[in-house]
């Protein structure tokens, strides 16, 4: 067994590295891949604790384990840091958990403290019947456009909308053509389904299926986003780490992750997994803010970007 130890840190080096390769190269085309392209970066650097303790303690490989530290926590985000500035555009993204965690006048409280000009809230199917007309009286100058369990509220001048339908049961992507800085922008407000990771070992036919699902969600999102000319905003709570496939051809079609330009630390908006799966793409757009806030009204963190 003292032989194999001082492959250690190589071992774990290689292991971080094919892990982030394989999750985000290939990601969501086998299940293996799409559990890796879904795991919680965190525990790619709880990986890396034994080998660098190990290399530490044996003066031996402390370079190697410190590589893959550093390489697990740029994975994970922690050090990932953007210079930012003040926006004149704000866009506030926000799984609402259909208000089970907050009430109309807590949310509207908190919504109109952000300043926002435009917000994005998805799981918007509220429990209680008179929650949403509450929210639209607590947000006051604000116009209100629905489309299955996501809503967008505004205070710019509102052009026009549409709904798109997308795969599967009340699914859908809502368009709104809003007026800012003299000519059109277009801001479309998604929800597409999860991928069911948590069945992979009892029901890996239901992943599957799920997987499968939310592809379609995604290749429709993604045709949505090329056909639509002009400066876009696509975000919303999307399902989806910032590696893998999916990801990747959405931003390819939209434009660069908000986050990623311009924002600071591992964003992290599912804090229960350590995840950033609530998104702003843009195009036509700068992103030079983006801020994940600390707030406890649902399970999911608010992203606020901020563009000019």
Do not use: K
Not at 111 to 130: C, T
Not at 176 to 183: A, C, K
């Amino acid at each position: 067994m003292r032989a194999h130890l001082p492959a250690l840190p190589l071992l774990t080096l290689l292991l971080v590295a094919l892990g982030w390769a394989l999750g985000e190269f290939i990601g969501e085309r086998t299940l293996p891949t799409l559990l890796l392209a879904y795991a919680p970066p965190l525990l790619w650097v709880l990986l890396c604790l034994p080998a660098l303790a190990w290399a530490t303690w044996h003066r031996r490989g402390r370079g190697v384990a410190l590589a893959a530290l550093l390489l697990a926590a740029w994975g994970a985000g922690l050090l990932h840091w953007r210079p930012q500035q003040a926006g004149t555009l704000r866009v506030v993204t926000f799984n609402a958990l259909g208000g089970a965690r907050t009430t109309p006048a807590d949310l509207g409280r908190h919504l109109r403290a952000l300043d926002a000009d435009v917000i994005l809230l998805q799981e918007a199917r509220f429990h209680d019947r008179a929650f949403e007309a509450q929210l639209r009286a607590a947000l006051p100058g604000y116009r209100a456009v629905r489309a299955q369990e996501v809503l967008t509220l505004t205070r710019l001048p509102l052009l026009g909308s549409e709904a798109q339908p997308l795969p599967g049961m009340n699914r859908a992507a809502l368009l709104t053509r809003l007026h800012w800085e003299g000519r059109p922008v277009t801001v479309v407000n998604v929800h597409p389904g999860a991928t069911q990771v948590s069945a992979a070992l009892r029901a890996p036919d239901r992943l599957r299926r799920s997987r499968d699902l939310r592809a379609a969600q995604l290749d429709g999102l993604t045709t949505l986003a090329r056909r639509t000319p002009g400066r876009l905003i696509l975000g919303g709570d999307l399902n989806t780490p910032p590696s893998g496939q999916a990801y990747r051809s959405l931003r390819a079609a939209v434009g660069p992750d908000a986050f990623q330009t311009a924002g600071r630390g591992p964003g992290w908006t599912y804090p229960a997994l350590g995840l950033r799966i609530d998104h702003q793409f843009s195009r036509g757009l700068h992103p030079i803010r983006a801020r994940v806030l600390p707030w406890t009204l649902s399970d999911h963190l608010p992203l606020l970007v901020e563009y000019r």
